[in-house]
């Protein structure tokens, strides 16, 4: 089970660190991605972090802003979120990369639970 949580809300230019922790499975094997899908629009691709952890990959909407990252002793995998915007408001996933493009939902087969995020004064 994969399971985001972390989200709340913020002011603007605030900070939110997400976790998306696993259990039943490790981690260690698998490149893991967040998306974030806001009301009315589709889910979009916001960060991919590759097994070992060495290559990251944003959305230009984030980018400078956001940091992926991994701890294989926790079996989580985090999302540092700083500058908050409102345009970051949604409800944020994490998944398992299957295959195909890393910036596509598409490509990832497992899902968890989304956490939602909100930016507002």
């Known amino acids: 089970q994969l399971q985001a949580s972390g989200g709340g809300l913020v002011q603007p230019g605030g900070s939110l660190t997400l976790s998306c922790a696993a259990s039943?499975?490790?981690?260690?094997?698998?490149?893991i991605g967040w998306f974030r899908q806001a009301p009315g629009k589709e889910r979009e691709f916001v960060a991919h972090?590759?097994?070992?952890?060495?290559?990251?990959r944003y959305a230009d909407s984030v980018k400078g802003r956001f940091t992926m990252s991994r701890d294989k002793a926790k079996n989580t995998v985090y999302l540092q979120m700083n500058s908050l915007t409102p345009e970051d408001t949604a409800v944020y996933y994490c998944?398992?990369?299957?295959?195909?493009?890393?910036?596509?939902?598409?490509?990832?087969?497992?899902w968890g639970q989304g956490t939602q995020v909100t930016v507002s004064s």
């Open positions: 039943g499975f490790t981690l260690d094997y698998y490149s």
């Open positions: 972090i590759t097994s070992s952890g060495g290559t990251t």
């Open positions: 998944a398992t990369y299957y295959a195909g493009s890393f910036y596509s939902a598409r490509s990832f087969d497992y």
